[in-house]
């Protein structure tokens, strides 16, 4: 009879720093196949209807006089977007999206940074524009795990997850794969800032309560970014506190690859949580160029130049 292999638990994870990420999804990790749904009027004046891809909706959506919603408004335009949609499916254009990149098509400027992040056993947020519930991006995280990480990897994951535990929560033995690879992928977030849910917490809320009160419909996006980042800090942070480790330089990276996201986030870092986080160091990833592989990093706040940041 076999003797069961002891799983590898990697203790160097106890002398590294700390590193978090932020993610947009859309062109950022991956060139998604969803489509939005506009008019536009052509050459005769008359309008129809057209489905365009979330790059080329960033060209066109203040072109006015020539795109508009459907009748139906936005929510009709962005209906693929969300869970409710009967024709388009997140996790199948996520596998889709994945198919590509495996056949030689290029992924999206935070792709390997994901992987990274994966692989490494660092805890994340996805926060993305889209309707989706936080179950449904997580299974796609694992979708994503499954195809853009390879066996040794995966193995490499493992390993450190089962370090983190060991310093963390002092384990001395282990659940199976899939038990720890739950437990990691449950202190992640994932916040899609149109589903409902989200919405409701965020109104809810008194400070963004207030905010939303004076706020114009162009930058309720924006502000829905804010709360999530907001939510995603004071997680790492109580997370670290609770382990007694909040004493030791933080850093958190935010990426995504719509300039004006890239703006509010880095003035709303500025304004309010480097104030209140003042050790933490943040850094932003303006990924919209496509000419830059990994995207403009900017060091909103912090001196803490971390290698690899």
Known sequence: MSRKAVPYVNDLVASRDFKYYIFDWDDNILHMPTRIRLDRRGEDGVWRPVEVSTATFAVVRTD???????????????????????RANFLDDTIAALERVQHGETAGPSY??????????????IVTA??????????????????????????????????????????????????????????????????????????????????????????????????????????????????????????????DDDPGNVKAVSDYIRRELSKRFEGIKFVVYDTSDPTLAKGRKVCVSGQLNLPGF
């Open 64 to 86: 006015t006089e020539n795109y508009r919603p459907p009748a139906g408004g936005w929510q009709e335009a962005f209906m693929d977007f969300s869970d409710e949609s009967a």
């Open 130 to 255: 889209r309707g989706h519930s936080p179950e449904t991006i997580e299974k796609a995280v694992r979708v994503f795990i499954r195809y853009a990480l390879d066996e040794r990897e995966r193995e490499e994951m493992m390993s450190n997850l089962r370090g983190y535990r060991k310093w963390f929560d002092k384990a001395e033995t282990f659940g199976t794969d899939a038990e720890e690879l739950d437990r990691y992928l449950s202190l992640c977030r994932y916040s899609a800032v149109t589903f409902k849910d989200f919405k409701d917490r965020m109104a809810a809320d008194p400070i963004y309560q207030e905010k939303l009160a004076t706020a114009t419909t162009a930058s309720r996006p924006e502000l829905a970014k804010e709360f999530a980042i907001r939510d995603f800090v004071e997680h790492v942070y109580h997370t670290l506190r609770r382990c007694g480790s909040a004493t030791r330089p933080v850093s958190i990276g935010f990426s």
């Open 112 to 125: 390997e940074a994901l992987k990274k992040t994966l692989r490494e056993g660092r805890i994340f947020a």
